[in-house]
Nanobody, 126 residues
Framework: QVQLVESGGTWVQSGGSLRLTCAPSRFILPDVVIGWFRQAPGKERERVSCISLGQFAYGKTRYEDSVKGRFTISKDNVNNTVYLEMNNLRPDDSATYYC????????????????WGRGTAVTVSS
């Protein structure tokens, strides 16, 4: 079973930037997708971005419309971590951000994510 640990969440002013890190507890097998999700108080959890690392869709990424052009997901193969670079942050980006994974070789928006971290809180003040 894969355990995921998020870090990097903190308070930031509107317009600022943060980089979130998702570190798995052990090496993730090749056919996997990694996603970043967020949940704000009183709102449903939503997928922010995801990246495919499997053989059929390696490197393909997807972004929720509200973060396109501001957020970038990437993987560090050396450190076996996944990052979410967040720029031009807005107050409505405030939420707990979760990293999740699923064993799947195709596009990252398809599967149900099975493994979840405990989240890291991001607060953006106006």
């Amino acid at each position: 079973q894969v355990q995921l640990v998020e870090s990097g969440g903190t308070w930031v002013q509107s317009g600022g930037s943060l980089r979130l890190t998702c570190a798995p507890s052990r090496f993730i097998l090749p056919d996997v997708v990694i996603g970043w999700f967020r949940q704000a108080p009183g709102k449903e959890r939503e997928r922010v971005s995801c990246i495919s690392l499997g053989q059929f869709a390696y490197g393909k990424t997807r972004y929720e419309d509200s973060v396109k052009g501001r957020f970038t997901i990437s993987k560090d193969n050396v450190n076996n971590t996944v990052y979410l670079e967040m720029n031009n942050l807005r107050p409505d980006d405030s939420a707990t951000y979760y990293c999740a994974a699923a064993y799947y070789g195709g596009n990252c928006h398809v599967p149900k994510y099975e493994y979840w971290g405990r989240g890291t809180a991001v607060t953006v003040s106006s």
